[in-house]
Nanobody, 125 residues
Framework: QVQLVESGGGLVQAGDSLRLTCVVS????????MGWFRQAPGKERECVGA????????YYVDSVKGRFAISRDNAKNTGYLQMNSLKSEDTAVYYC??????????????????WGQGTQVTVSS
């Protein structure tokens, strides 16, 4: 079993930065791809980015390219989502997720079998 715990969310102003952290326990973190998702009220959950097991491949949704960066430290069983130049439309609950595969469509929720509980990010304009 894999457990994921996110932290680092909060209330910030537009233009500020936040770094979300996802600590993974239960299995060898380095064998899993990691995705970061968000869900705003009334909207579907979307993948903002993903990273493969080695960190050598990443994916970002267009709306966050150039502002968000995903990284991981397999030695610490931890993944990160650095969010810069935050906008009000980034307001959502953010989730990290783990998948044993890195597919051609890492943004698909179906490939992720393990999810964290979520952390709220609120950006005031």
């Amino acid at each position: 079993q894999v457990q994921l715990v996110e932290s680092g969310g909060g209330l910030v102003q537009a233009g500020d930065s936040l770094r979300l952290t996802c600590v993974v326990s239960g299995r060898t973190f380095g064998r899993y791809a990691m995705g970061w998702f968000r869900q705003a009220p009334g909207k579907e959950r979307e993948c903002v980015g993903a990273i493969n097991w080695s960190g050598g491949s990443t994916y970002y949704v267009d709306s966050v390219k150039g502002r968000f960066a995903i990284s991981r430290d397999n030695a610490k069983n931890t993944g990160y989502l650095q969010m810069n130049s935050l906008k009000s439309e980034d307001t959502a609950v953010y989730y990290c997720a783990a998948s044993p595969e890195w597919s051609s469509a890492p943004y698909m929720t179906e490939i992720y079998g393990y999810w964290g509980q979520g952390t709220q990010v609120t950006v005031s304009s």
